[in-house]
DNA sequence: GTTTTAATTGAATGATTGTTCAACAATCAA
DNA sequence: TTGATTGTTGAACAATCATTCAATTAAAAC
């Protein structure tokens, strides 16, 4: 009963979220989330509590649309190893305007999660649900052949983990695409 | 002539830069700075300018004290496949509170350059300065022999650095120091 | 000792920050 | 129709932000 809310919920939450992806937290006012979301103050802090609140919202639906689609790449039938080459060149084929983006959750890492539990909780569970898709890609690969029985899939997993979060920031600064396509290469050789 | 200075720029530059180290730009307010660095408002902008010079000038002197003495451990004399290990062994064994702060310049690369020309500018230069670090380094094993002749040691040089950003980036979320090795390990894997 | 030059100081600036709130509008249950 | 309930709205809040400035202090030049 009551009042019917005039927005969606999650379209709103949507915009908030790219926004704070282009600009990172700080640098996001309230101001700035009225515009791109286009309620008022008072629908934001009704709906989404306090700008904090809302950005581990915004975070959280990043991990629901976005992670989840790179992870699924990972995820999807066929050769394993062929599936890493894929989420390796997605990330290498954004264009570079987008690329300057990186990835939210890289960005919350450096910017907040030292200094703020609350995200890092969050944030860590995500990074969890990553590794995990790689380690799990790993394992496929091994069972089916592809690498040999001895392999250390977790050690691999973290080190593609790493990897992933270098070659973000390297495309936040210098983007010279033919150096990243070059480094992945080399990240993909270490899996023969 | 006039009033002579009564503190020493390079020591009130260097604690402005352990501030914006800890806590990044925005995050960092001019009272921030006062409180750290012992001088008052009126001498800051006397002495830097404004938050966005003082910025800079903290992020070039990171440079030159910090980034310069890690580079140098590529640059020392013996082997350098051994003073590459050693450079990540540095990484990795950073203490873990230490380890959060991670590294200015990636943190900067971050933050702002995707959104400050200026910064961009200064934070490229000191990244290629890592990099040919990588390159004379891989370079000069090739010569001693350590390395097969036919290496690609510009694509390598990439890697390794673009494997440096994802370390300091790994660290600053969840810091396993075993996981961090282990993915030493497969990065030094790559250089045989 | 007077003048000149520059650093220090603390108060004040206006702009922006995140957040709250009272008045109003729209729906539902009675 | 009348309350109850909830969303919308825009003004207002105190706090904090980066920055400026006039008054003061200290040294060097004359």
Chains 1, 2 share one sequence.
Not at 30 to 48: A, C, P, W
Not at 60 to 81: H, M
Not at 146 to 174: M, R
Request: aromatic residues 6%; glycine residues 6%.
């Amino acid at each position: 009963m009551g009042r019917p809310c005039e927005f969606d919920r999650e379209e709103t939450l949507s915009k908030a979220m790219e926004l704070f992806w282009e600009r990172g937290y700080k640098a996001t006012s309230i101001e700035d989330l009225v515009d791109r979301m286009g309620i008022k103050r008072g629908s934001i802090y009704n709906t989404f509590g306090d700008k904090h609140s809302l950005f581990i919202a915004a975070v959280e639906y990043y991990a629901k649309e976005v992670t989840s689609r790179t992870i699924k790449i990972l995820e999807s039938p066929g050769s394993p190893l062929e599936n890493i080459k894929l989420f390796f060149e997605t990330i290498v084929n954004t264009p570079s305007d987008k690329k300057k983006r990186g990835c939210l959750i890289s960005n919350t890492v450096v910017e907040l999660a030292p200094h703020d539990e609350k995200v890092a909780d969050t944030v860590r569970i995500i990074l969890e649900r990553i590794q995990n898709a790689f380690l799990h890609c790993l394992d496929k690969a091994v069972e089916l052949g592809e690498l040999p029985e001895d392999t250390d899939t977790k050690v691999l997993s973290h080190f593609l983990a790493t990897s992933t979060h270098g070659l973000i920031v390297t495309g936040k600064s210098a983007v010279d695409n033919k150096q990243m396509k070059d480094v992945v290469d080399v990240i993909l050789s270490t899996l023969h």
